[in-house]
C-alpha cells in the first residue's frame, strides 16, 4: 500500500478532481468528501463532489458551503466507499472501474480503486482527510473543521464506540482548536430524533425478540413501518445503534425490509464478537463491531439465516471459553 505522503502527491499533480461519497450517505463520507474537496480549492483545484443520493438536511451545511464546479475530472477519488457497488446506482455505472483513488478505513474494502489507500486503524475516514490536510500544509479552516469532526463523531458514536482511540480525542481537540461547532453538531446528531423517526423507532422496538440466552437481540423494520411513520432509510440509521444496548446483548441486528423482497440487515456486536467476519458469511462486510449484508429473502427466510449465522459466531465463542 502507498504511503500518505505519496496519496498527498497525486492529488496535487492533478487540477480537476472528482471526489465519490457512498450511496445512503453518512457523516463520514459527506464529512471526508467535502473536507478534502475545501482543502483542494486552497491548493488551487477544480472539485466537485458527487453523492448517488440525496443529501440529507443535517449534512446541507456541507454542501451549501460549497458551491458545485462543473468539468471533465482528470482525477476520480472515492471516500470512504468500502465496496464499488456502495456508490449505488448512477455513480457505480458511470465510475465502475474508473475510480483512481480510494480513500477508505473499512478493512473489509475490496480493493475496486486503481490505488487505495486503507486505514482500518482510523475510526473514521474524516482522520485520514485531518492527515492528508496537515500533509498539504492548508490551515484548517472552521468549514472544514465541521467537516471532520462531523466525521469523526457520527463514526465513532460520538466517542462512545470502541474504534475510538486517543489519536481520535487529538484530532478532534485540533478541529475544536480550529472552530468547529461541536455543541451544535452534537445536538444535531446524537441529541435530536426527528418525529418520523421517534414514531419509526417505537414500532421497531416492539418488533425486539431475544435469542440465544439473550445473547442476540434483532428487531424488523418493515416497509409499513416506514409509510406508516412517515420515516425513510435515510433517517433511520441510528435504529441499528439499539439492539446491541440491551445488557447482556452481544450482537444485535436490524433487519430492513426493502423493495422487491430482499433484506438489508445491520449486525453491532460486542467483544468478543467480529461483526465483519459475521456479515461476511453472508455476502457483506463493516466493522469489527459495525458490519452489514444485504440478504436476497424476504424478512423470514433472512431472519432464519441470520440466526443460523450468529448461532455459529456465539457458539464459537463458547467453545473458545472451553
Ligand atoms: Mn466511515
Not at 214 to 233: D, L, Q, Y
Not at 254 to 283: F, N, W, Y
Not at 296 to 320: H, V
Amino acid at each position: 500500500m502507498i504511503d500518505l505522503s505519496e496519496v498527498v502527491r497525486l492529488l496535487l499533480e492533478k487540477k480537476k478532481i472528482l471526489i465519490l461519497a457512498h450511496s445512503h450517505p453518512d457523516g463520514d463520507t459527506l464529512g471526508s468528501a467535502f473536507a478534502l474537496s475545501r482543502a483542494l480549492r486552497a491548493k488551487g483545484k477544480q472539485t466537485d463532489v458527487l453523492c448517488g443520493d440525496e443529501i440529507t438536511k443535517n449534512y446541507e451545511f456541507m454542501s451549501m458551503g460549497m458551491e458545485k464546479q462543473s468539468f471533465v475530472p482528470e482525477f476520480v477519488v472515492a471516500v470512504d466507499v468500502a465496496d464499488e457497488k456502495l456508490l449505488g446506482g448512477e455513480l457505480e455505472k458511470k465510475y465502475s472501474q474508473k475510480i483512481d483513488l480510494c480513500i477508505d478505513h473499512h478493512g473489509s474494502n475490496t480493493g475496486f480503486a486503481a490505488i487505495s489507500y486503507i486505514d482500518s486503524d482510523s475510526a473514521a475516514t474524516a482522520e485520514i482527510i485531518f492527515d492528508i490536510i496537515n500533509i498539504m500544509g492548508i490551515e484548517l479552516d472552521k468549514y472544514m473543521a465541521d467537516c471532520i469532526y462531523t466525521g469523526i463523531s457520527t463514526d465513532t458514536g460520538c466517542f462512545r464506540y470502541s474504534n475510538t482511540s486517543s489519536r481520535t480525542h487529538r484530532i478532534a481537540a485540533e478541529v475544536i482548536d480550529a472552530g468547529a461547532n461541536t455543541s451544535a453538531i452534537d445536538r444535531e446528531f446524537f441529541e435530536t430524533k426527528t418525529k418520523t423517526y421517534a414514531a419509526l423507532e417505537k414500532m421497531a422496538l416492539d418488533t425486539l425478540k431475544m435469542y440465544f440466552d439473550e445473547k442476540c437481540a434483532i428487531m424488523t423494520v418493515t416497509r409499513e413501518m416506514f409509510s406508516k411513520s412517515g420515516s425513510n432509510a435515510a433517517e433511520c440509521d441510528k435504529i441499528a445503534a439499539l439492539p446491541r444496548q440491551i445488557e447482556g446483548v452481544l450482537v444485535g441486528a436490524t433487519i430492513r425490509e426493502q423493495e422487491g423482497g430482499s433484506v438489508k440487515i445491520s449486525v453491532r456486536t460486542h467483544p468478543p464478537v467480529d461483526a465483519a467476519a459475521l456479515c461476511s458469511r453472508m455476502g457483506g462486510g463493516g466493522h469489527i463491531r459495525a458490519a452489514g449484508c444485504k440478504i436476497e429473502a424476504g424478512i423470514e427466510k433472512a431472519t432464519e439465516i441470520l440466526l443460523s449465522n450468529i448461532k455459529e459466531a456465539l457458539s464459537e465463542y463458547d467453545e473458545g471459553k472451553k
